[in-house]
């Protein structure tokens, strides 16, 4: 039974560029949750997605946007990229759908993005 | 609103020798409360979690972790730490009340064995 699968594993972006990071869920999971880690930091929410819609939002502009599919998965989409955004960014999921958090999340490997 | 905060960032021990990781968090309502561990270059792995119950909770590779409602803490323990738990590790919490409840991590402890 596959886990949480991010992709791509690594990725160099231009300062002003547009990304497009995405997951799929663990088999059985409805919920995706995204979040930035900064170097030597810990996990920082960005948002969650349910039923196809985003249902939670951290602190985060708007230039971080997602996206979740009939079928689960989910993308991150972040416009505008700046240097600051350079993070490892992680995708959870979770059953449940109303309490998920109660649950605990799986997380996926993550995606470091570089941004130059 | 909820908050976590780890006392420690970095906690180096010897091989063999106990180990606790302190958690506080804040919060106006009830919480579940997690410890996530995470090893270089990976993603985070749920390590346990206090959802009710008994307020001492266990894994499978001998961490424990105490719910102290009057203390707001969620304090890890290992009796006997092994070279394989070096790793970072979040305490992370979430409100049992809302409907689409978020988990919010503090900041990490590195826990680093010597030999």
């Known amino acids: 039974d596959a886990g949480v699968t991010q992709s791509p594993t690594h990725l160099i972006k231009t300062r002003g560029q547009q990304v497009t990071l995405r997951c799929s869920p663990k088999?059985?999971?409805?919920?995706v949750s995204w979040y930035q880690q900064a170097l030597g930091q810990g996990p920082q929410f960005i948002f969650q997605?349910?039923?196809?819609?985003?249902?939670q939002r951290g602190n985060f502009p708007d230039r971080f946007s997602g996206h979740q599919f009939p079928n689960y998965s989910s993308e991150l989409n972040v416009n505008a990229l700046l240097l600051g955004d350079s993070a490892l960014y992680l995708c959870?999921?979770?059953?449940?759908?109303?309490?998920?958090?109660?649950?605990?999340?799986?997380f996926g490997s993550g995606t470091r993005l570089t941004v130059v | 609103a909820q908050s976590v905060t780890q006392l420690d960032s970095q906690v180096p021990v010897f091989e063999e020798a106990p180990v606790e990781l302190r958690c506080n968090y804040s919060s106006s309502v009830s919480v579940y409360l997690f410890w996530y561990v995470q090893y270089p270059n990976q993603g985070l792995q749920l390590l346990l979690k206090?959802?009710?119950?008994?307020?001492l909770v266990e894994s499978i590779n001998g961490f424990e972790a105490e719910f102290n409602k009057s203390q707001t803490s969620f304090h890890l323990r290992k009796p006997s730490v092994h070279i394989s738990d070096t790793a970072e590790y979040f305490c992370a919490v979430s409100d049992s009340y809302s409907s689409a409840s978020k988990i919010i991590f503090g900041s990490g402890t590195r826990l680093s064995i010597r030999p």
């Open positions: 088999s059985g999971h409805d919920t």
């Open positions: 997605y349910y039923e196809e819609e985003e249902r």
């Open positions: 959870a999921s979770s059953p449940g759908g109303r309490w998920s958090g109660n649950y605990g999340y799986t």
């Open positions: 206090y959802l009710s119950g008994s307020t």
